[in-house]
């Protein structure tokens, strides 16, 4: 459920939804939680060869999809660094993480 995210993830869930298309660029996560200061750089995408797609912003209590609750669980996981992440749908695609050497070992 929405209404159970801590506000940095439920802010990241509003930036993916109003996005559609993107990147969130270097955006910050502190004990497994987004983090928006200092703020990300937000790159969005528009397709001209299509319709414009009706923006919905969700419902505070509706269900997340499964895409977001991956997100966080990996986030959490992660614990602390830089990210990226590739929108797509409205969804988070692709979670890109900044490493040290060291984080790999």
Do not use: W
Not at 9 to 24: D, K, P, S
Not at 62 to 91: C, M, P
């Amino acid at each position: 459920m929405k209404s159970a995210l801590n506000p940095g993830q439920r802010q990241t869930v509003e930036i993916i939804e109003v996005l559609g298309f993107g990147v969130i660029e270097r955006l910050s996560i502190r004990e497994g939680s987004p983090c928006f200061e200092p703020e990300p750089r937000i790159v969005q995408t528009i397709k001209l060869d299509l319709e414009p797609e009706q923006l919905t912003v969700g419902n505070a209590d509706l269900t997340l999809r499964k895409e977001f609750e991956n997100l966080f669980d990996e986030l959490d996981r992660f614990r602390e660094g830089v990210v990226d992440i590739e929108v797509r749908h409205s969804a988070p695609f692709r979670l890109i993480l900044e490493r040290r050497y060291e984080g790999l070992l």
